[in-house]
């Protein structure tokens, strides 16, 4: 606790008030030829791609982390989307996506998202692929919507419930601040960026993908109106117990993405998916962080391409 109030002590003195920027102008800026926006109940629109091989045999939606955006998946989407159809979308709070004032986010609103973004564009069942928090959403969704998943892949993923002995908290100092009630008031009201570089280079453990292009997006897109609020809200963590038990009725073929050097989720957890999903397989990178599909994308996909190959025929 001393830590995190001497960092936020550092970042009031060096932080300054930041206003919210426009959608408008985020939208002209991040956007692409490929962005949508799909108009959901209660006042969301979001934004989503869909890419790829319209005919392909697979689909694969892509759900991104915490304080992140679709472009997390754009490595992916490169080398696959010549034999894929490729679907990633912000979640409420995130990236393009608009939420109304005084939304409360939970991870079974992020699955009802992923759902209704589904569901209006018609896809059969697919391969859903969440990193970090998008790994949380990812295995709810396989629990929640079986028949809908045809195979499911975590990367880095949130949500193991047991911690390892000795396992430390390397975390990045913005979600130690997430957990006091100071330092979400500062993180709600002031400039993202002081602590943005830091932590992005921990997430991404490799300083070279760290460019200010990327420290500018994840900054800029945390300005969009009502996004700190959202991201900040300590009400938005799922009040639904769960033990490692838990996973054992996932009966989607799962592949298991862990980065050994990840500092944001432990790599034991990350790995334990791999032990309460039946059949799972679980794949370490040695050399990977929090974001393997952005730092290694030329071996995940290898890995992702073959998983994919080996999955059942669509019912």
Not at 2 to 30: F, H, N, T, W
Not at 51 to 75: C, K, Q
Not at 111 to 132: C, E, I, Q, Y
Not at 156 to 167: K, V
Request: proline share 9%.
């Amino acid at each position: 606790m001393r830590v995190v109030m001497l960092g936020l002590a550092g970042l009031c003195l060096s932080a300054c008030v930041a206003g919210d920027i426009p959608y408008a102008e985020l939208e002209a800026r991040y956007g692409s030829e490929a962005s949508r926006y799909m108009d959901l109940p209660g006042d969301l629109r979001v934004h989503y791609r869909d890419e790829g091989n319209p005919e392909a045999e697979i689909t694969l939606v892509m759900v991104h982390g915490f304080a992140a955006s679709l472009h997390a998946w754009e490595p992916w989407v490169e080398r696959l989307e010549g034999d894929y159809r490729l679907v990633s979308l912000d979640l409420p709070g995130h990236g393009l996506t608009r939420a109304p004032d005084g939304y409360q986010s939970s991870p079974e609103g992020q699955v009802a998202v992923v759902d209704a973004v589904a569901t209006r564009l018609g896809l059969p069942p697919f391969v859903l692929a969440g990193n970090s928090m998008g790994g949380g959403v990812a295995w709810r969704y396989a629990l929640a919507h079986p028949q809908k998943v045809r195979g499911l892949v975590l990367v880095n993923a949130a949500g193991w419930p047991e911690a390892t002995e000795g396992e430390g908290d390397s975390r990045p100092l913005v979600f130690k601040l997430l957990e006091n009630p100071a330092g979400r008031m500062v993180l709600r009201n002031l400039d993202p960026r002081p602590l943005a570089g830091r932590g992005l280079r921990q997430a991404y453990g490799d300083e070279a993908l760290v460019t200010p292009a990327l420290i500018d997006r994840y900054v800029e897109l945390a300005r969009a109106p009502g996004h700190r609020a959202i991201l900040t809200d300590p009400r938005r963590r799922s009040a639904d117990p769960v033990t490692p038990e838990t996973f054992a009725a996932i009966t989607a073929p799962t592949l298991v993405m862990v980065g050994a050097l990840d500092q944001v989720i432990p790599a034991a957890r990350g790995a334990g998916f791999a032990q309460g999903v039946p059949g799972s397989r679980l794949i370490t990178y040695a050399d990977g962080g929090h974001v393997p599909m952005e730092q290694l994308p030329d071996r995940t996909v290898q890995d992702l391409r073959t998983f994919l190959t080996g999955l059942p025929p669509a019912p």
